[in-house]
């Protein structure tokens, strides 16, 4: 094993036969899917090799995880507890931000984002999975294939849902005249 990040290899490496395990994939299966091949897969899960990011990077777009999924301890996810004084709020575009309020730790991922009027999220976003939007207050525009000439708009109010698939391209905007809050949960987690 290679003396530098033993420990990071370690974990990597067994986190990514864990999900891979997860998902019922063989090393061949993982390979065809990744691009690189099952030899090579085995010393990255065994940590006998270093690794790039664009290794990584391709590993998760085939097992459809985060790349940071890789580098945490697994830890129980049976009961998890997140206090509003300990929630950060992040900026997305002009005045917009976002809380994580559950992150890749788990199966899904759960955010709030609050919008301005007339703010947005900035550029569409796209990730492998399901995504859901609640809108808990105010009025919120979804748009989806954004970059496309057939981008789709729904005009979301006060407990209205949207379900879609997360690898289409989107983001959201507040056309109204009041602060509007939603959330949305990913699966699987992307942060």
């Known amino acids: 094993m290679p003396e530098q990040n033993g420990n990071t290899l370690n974990t990597v490496g067994g986190n990514i036969r864990g999900l891979r395990k997860k998902k019922g994939l063989t090393l061949t299966a993982l390979a065809s899917r990744s691009g690189l091949s099952a030899p090579f897969l085995s010393q990255i899960e065994n940590a006998r090799v270093n690794v790039n990011l664009d290794t990584l990077n391709k590993i998760c777009n085939a097992l459809e995880v ?21 929630r950060r709020w992040y900026p997305l575009a002009g005045q917009s931000v976002e809380s994580i309020l559950l992150n890749s730790k788990a199966t899904i991922e759960l955010c709030i984002i609050r919008l301005p009027p007339g703010e947005n999220t900035g550029t569409s976003n796209h990730h492998p999975g399901d995504e859901v939007c609640y809108v808990l207050n105010g ?42 809050e939603f959330i949305v949960i990913n699966s699987p987690a992307t942060y």
Not at 66 to 86: A, W
């Open 139 to 180: 009025s919120v525009r979804t748009i989806l294939n954004d970059d496309t000439k057939d981008d789709t708009k729904y005009e979301l109010g006060e407990g209205d849902i949207l379900y879609y698939e997360s690898h289409i391209p989107h983001r959201w905007e507040n056309a109204g005249t009041e602060t509007a």
């Open 66 to 86: 985060p790349i940071v999924s890789l580098f945490g301890e697994e830890k129980s996810t049976t009961v998890r507890l997140i206090k509003r004084e300990n």
